[in-house]
Each structure stands twice: as C-alpha cells, then as structure tokens.
C-alpha cells in the first residue's frame, strides 16, 4: 500500500521516487531535502589562555577536489571548508562556503541573497575575477562577497585553498583567520543529522513519489474576485486561499513501485484492476471450459471483479503473464485438480497454494476479498 513517512506527508515512499526526503526517527518532521532545515552543533567557545596553531600554507600540487587534497594531507573532508563561487540573476558573482562533506542547497542560497536564479559560476570567469585558478580558491582575502554556512561558524584546525595555484592552508581558525558577510542555512540536509525539531531525534533519508500537493495562492485571486471576510474589528479583507491536488496517475504508479517483486506487480485488492484471475489449463478442454465458465459466472453475480484468461497458450506464459500482471488471487482450473473436484487457489503477494473444493470456491475467494477491504 501507500505509506506516507507521517500523516501530514504527501509523498509515497519509492526507491525510484523523484523527491530526496528526509524524516525524524523520532517525531514526526519530514520534509523534501531542498526545504529541510538543518540543526548546527558549533564547537565549544575559546577559553581565556586558549591558542591554537599558526595558519600554515603547504603545498598540494594538481590536487583541486576536496577528495583529492583530503587523500594528499590524509585530513578528513569534514575539516574542509569548500568555496564555490555562484552567478546571480543580477550578474553578481558570490561565493558559498560550505563544510567539505557537505553540499549547497541552491534554494537556500538563492533566498539568502534575495535573487531570482543562481547557477556556478563558469571556472574562466571566476579566475578571471579572482585572478585564482579553479580548485584552490579560499575564503581568507577572498575579494568576494561571501556567505558562510553554519557549520563553518567557528571552525578551527581547518583545511582551505590558499588563492594560489597548488597550494593549500591548514590550521585554519574561522574566527581568527576570515569573517564571512553572513552565516546562514546553506547546506542540504543528510541522514544522521540532528532533527531541527526535536532533542533526541536524527534524521533518516529516503527517496519519495510526490503524489499530492498543496498550494498557497494568498490573496491573488480573491483580491480580484472581490471575495472578502470581516475580520475581528469588522474590517472587509481578501480571503487566504489555498487549493491542493493528488496526481491519480502518480498514484497507481507509487502503488506499483512498492507492491512488486521480480515477477511483476502485486496489486493490492483495493486498487487491483482485478481481484481474481481464473486461469484454465486448457480452456478448449470442454469439462475445464465448463468449470470455467461456470466459476467466472458465479463471481462476477458476487460482486467480484474477475478475469478470465481464456487464451490458446502454453500454461508456463499464462502462469508468468498472471504474475507480471499482478492480480491478487489466482484460480486455475486443471484436469488433474478437477479429477479431485478442486481447483487451486494462489495468493500473489506470497506465493501461497492450496485446493478449493470446487464447490467451495467462489465463497471462499469472496471472503478472502471482503476481509481483504475491511483490514
């Protein structure tokens, strides 16, 4: 079935799914990654005698990437303070600094600095800003206006590029060495954070298929249809509005996307095109026509939605098309099942069998199905 990550959430849970969400193992916050706040733990404050190392500029010759200085100076990334310079829609070039195992969150950033778009900047012309070649740009005399997330706020012993060619710092101290024009949220959320919204929680990732939405329209439609409410002190204003949608076809396919094995789909019998599949070994065998033909009848006088696969085929395709088409119950009707008076009853999801005296069958599959949509 559907499973929402909460009860507030919109979004069905698929290894295949579009959306990057993360939830709370222990509350209920949820979001999708690009609107996820993020929970900072800052080092402990200076003491009053307290000193630490002189910043050193040491030598990482062709070596650009995080994971390449990380491997050189056998310094983890999480004591890297990654630069990237990004493009305003207003032509403006900005540098994010973010922690070296982290990663930008371009919405955060771009509602940061109040802009429409931001995209990276083009290596060229970053150097030709900066006069410093891609991969070792730094943030101490950066000639860029800079925003910092908050993780790098008061990092020390950190490693950064040195705005020279093949060279890096160490011992790097935010608060000694460069002060940034802001801090701010800046980083996508990953699995083992902190929860924003609780204490004891940490945050868990998963992948999602969006298959509802709600949309907040504000006052720009009932401004214009002059649609109004009084408020406390009888003053006439617009109505708030919002609206919301779920995408039916997304639903089936979340549907799938969970209820499925390496034979084909599971429908669940809510949803299920098809509760029952009526499956003759041979329908041109007169007696299992009949039986058939009889079974499909008295299903369908049920209430029961069944198929009947009536087909010319080999049993082996007709076995592998009713588990590629995944409906919930099988009855196959056999020579050697009706030599006993029985037809054999098949659960999709699990594979289970047994034999149904034929007279017995069609009640049977029509409890099945009643406790199935009760449950």
């Known amino acids: 079935m559907i499973l929402p990550i909460t009860r507030r959430d919109r979004t069905a849970l698929a290894e295949s799914g579009e959306d990057a969400i993360v939830s709370c193992n222990k509350c209920e916050y949820a979001a999708n990654v690009q609107k996820a706040e993020v929970k900072v733990s800052r080092p402990p404050g200076r003491g009053l005698n307290e000193s630490f190392p002189e910043l050193q500029k040491v030598s990482t010759p062709g070596k650009k990437s995080v994971a390449e200085v990380s491997e050189y100076l056998k310094i983890a990334r999480e004591n890297f303070i990654k630069t990237l310079v990004y493009k305003t829609d207003q032509n403006e070039l900005v540098a994010a600094l973010v922690r070296g195992d982290h990663e930008i969150n371009e919405l955060k950033l771009q509602s940061v600095l109040g802009c429409g778009a931001v995209v990276l900047a083009d290596p060229a012309e970053v150097e030709g800003e900066t006069q410093v070649a891609a991969g070792f740009l730094g943030p101490i005399g950066l000639r860029l206006r800079t925003i910092a997330d908050l993780s790098i706020q008061g990092m020390r012993a950190a490693v950064a590029g040195a705005n020279e060619a093949d060279f890096h710092y160490i011992e790097v101290d935010q608060e000694r060495d460069f002060t940034p024009n802001a801090f701010a949220d800046l980083r996508l959320p990953v699995a083992g954070d902190s929860c924003p919204r609780c204490d004891e929680g940490l945050l868990e990732s998963y992948r999602g298929i969006e298959v509802g939405q709600v949309f907040y329209l504000g006052t720009k439609y009932s401004a214009s249809l002059g649609a109004t409410y009084l408020d406390a002190e009888g003053r006439e204003r617009p109505i708030e509005m919002g609206c919301y949608g ?108 047994e034999e149904v005296p034929l007279g017995e069958a069609s009640k049977k599959v029509y409890s099945i199905i009643t406790q199935a949509l009760q449950a």
């Open 246 to 353: 779920i995408g039916i076809s997304r639903l089936i396919a979340a549907a799938i996307e969970q209820n499925n094995d390496a034979n084909g789909i599971i429908w669940p019998f809510s949803i299920a095109p098809f509760q029952v599949l009526l499956l003759p070994i041979n329908y041109k065998d007169k007696a299992i026509q009949e039986v058939s033909d009889r079974l499909y009848q008295e299903l369908q006088k049920g209430g029961i939605e069944a198929l009947l696969d009536d087909r010319d085929e080999r049993p082996g395709v007709k076995f592998k098309d009713a588990d590629l088409i995944g409906v919930p119950l099988r009855l196959t009707v056999g020579a050697k099942g009706l030599e006993k008076n029985c037809v054999e009853l098949r659960w999709r999801r699990d594979g289970k069998t």
